[in-house]
């Protein structure tokens, strides 16, 4: 099996910042894009950043210049560096990976069960 677990949420005031940590693990082949989404209250989940297996990103208009996606190849991981944070930041934030399993010839998106951040004074 494959899982993915986030970790690195909490209660932030306006202006701080927060750094979100995904570790994949499992039976891993190999790792394309790994994605941060987020969904707030009564809202759409969206995606916020991508990252691609050679490091190239993309970002949501509203947190480019203030966020940063980043991963570790080697451990199965992608960050997100959030700074400047607002109150509409707030959301629970899911991690999501294109994986191929080991022996498999299929890639399929994992989900994480999600890492609550909260922004407020």
């Known amino acids: 099996q494959v899982q993915l677990v986030e970790s690195g949420g909490g209660l932030v005031q306006p202006g701080g910042s927060l750094r979100l940590s995904c570790a994949a693990s499992g039976s891993i082949g190999s790792i394309n894009a790994m994605n941060w989404y987020r969904q707030a209250p009564g809202k759409q989940r969206e995606l916020v950043a991508a990252i691609t297996s050679g490091g190239s990103t993309n970002y949501v208009d509203s947190v480019k210049g203030r966020f940063t996606i980043s991963r570790d190849n080697a451990k199965n991981t992608v960050y997100l560096q959030m700074n400047s944070l607002k109150p509409e930041d707030t959301a629970v934030y899911y991690c999501?990976?294109?994986?191929?399993?080991?022996?498999?010839?299929?890639?399929?998106?994992?989900w994480g069960p999600g890492t609550q951040v909260t922004v407020s004074s």
């Open positions: 999501n990976a294109d994986i191929r399993k080991r022996f498999s010839s299929s890639n399929y998106y994992y």
